[in-house]
């Protein structure tokens, strides 16, 4: 019987197909319901059902070939990589990281020594920067998490938390995506939240860097965050924010706590290379780099020791640089 003939119900075979192939694709699950779909495999049926002699063939037949197709789609394919991508970086020969075997004994005795007591809360809140520029955020958010401090903010949901795209700086998202921020911006954006002292480049003396370096290792209410040159410390890249973790007095190497993650791992550097790579002109702003000391705002007075100076902690009153929003 030729299948353009009736068959069966007075209907002709690419009606039936049509019919019985539409009710088998809405039953198919939610992938394949959409009428506009559904219609034209139908249509496909249809086409295909002129290939045989008997009709009963093409429903069993089209029935096979979208078992298959499922089959197909449904298979764990190869991730497509970018030829251009990269799985992290190797660190150079003068940095230790923090996984390896010297790194473990240089954190052990670090800990031994009373010099890592904030790494554990910076550990639990560890931050990977959700964005390449936002080193700056996500350490700022790292730090806020270690101290406990309630941003007066849903993060998501019912939750209040930091995270680095909640915290905006007064640049629009692409320029922050595309640039991040510099050492006054994170200075305003961390003031907002905390007590902040910061201090850049050669204001502070070695003898001072390391003395602080050592005062917020010892405690657990104090952390400092670098924002220093990747380049001087054979890195690629240049400009970035990671906080301290631990120090090692014996071989004076400080443990930064890598924000991009994805690039390096954590790693002790030579504290006094750490202070050199402070020092290099950002381009963007004429201006070294630096580090600041973060703690809780109602914690008045921690900041105001001796070894400390102040007299950046204000700037955002006096300058233009301040225009993150306040928390609320």
Request: glycine share 6%; proline share 5%; charged share 25%.
């Amino acid at each position: 019987m030729p299948c353009h003939k009736s068959y069966g119900a007075g209907l002709d075979t690419a009606d039936r197909v049509k019919q019985q192939m539409i009710s088998l694709c809405k039953s198919s699950g939610p992938r394949l319901s959409t009428d506009k779909l559904c219609i034209g495999a139908a249509k496909h049926a249809a086409d295909i059902a002129s290939q045989y002699e008997n009709p009963a063939q093409v429903l069993p037949t089209m029935q096979e070939q979208r078992t298959v197709e499922a089959g197909l789609t449904s298979t764990t394919a190869e991730p497509y990589v970018p030829e251009k991508s990269f799985y992290r970086r190797e660190l150079p020969a003068n940095l230790v990281s923090f996984t390896s075997v010297a790194g473990r004994r240089l954190f052990k005795e670090s800990l031994n020594e009373g010099y890592a007591e904030g790494y554990f809360n910076l550990a639990g809140n560890f931050t990977v920067q959700s964005e390449p520029a936002y080193c700056g955020p996500s350490s700022l958010a790292m730090v806020l998490n270690a101290l406990e401090v309630d941003p007066g903010r849903t993060w998501k949901g019912v939750w209040r938390w930091y995270s680095d795209e909640l915290l905006k700086s007064c640049r629009t998202e692409s320029e922050l995506k595309a640039n991040g921020i510099t050492f006054d911006q994170f200075l305003c954006l961390a003031s907002s939240h905390a007590q902040v002292v910061a201090k850049r480049g050669a204001e502070a003396s070695r003898e001072e860097f390391l003395r602080d370096i050592k005062y917020v290792t010892q405690r657990v209410d104090v952390f400092m965050v670098l924002s220093f040159s990747r380049k001087h410390l054979g890195q690629t890249g240049d400009g970035h924010f990671s906080p301290i973790g631990a120090y090692h007095p014996e071989t004076n190497k400080a443990l930064v706590l890598d924000s991009a993650r994805y690039k390096y791992p954590s790693w002790f550097g030579d504290v006094d290379e750490l202070y050199d790579s402070l020092q290099p002109v950002d381009a963007e702003t004429g201006l070294p780099r630096g580090y600041f000391l973060i703690a809780r705002k109602d914690d008045p007075g921690i900041l105001r020791t001796s070894h400390t100076d102040s007299k950046e902690a204000d700037i955002c009153k006096i300058t233009s640089a301040c225009c993150s929003p306040k928390r609320h």
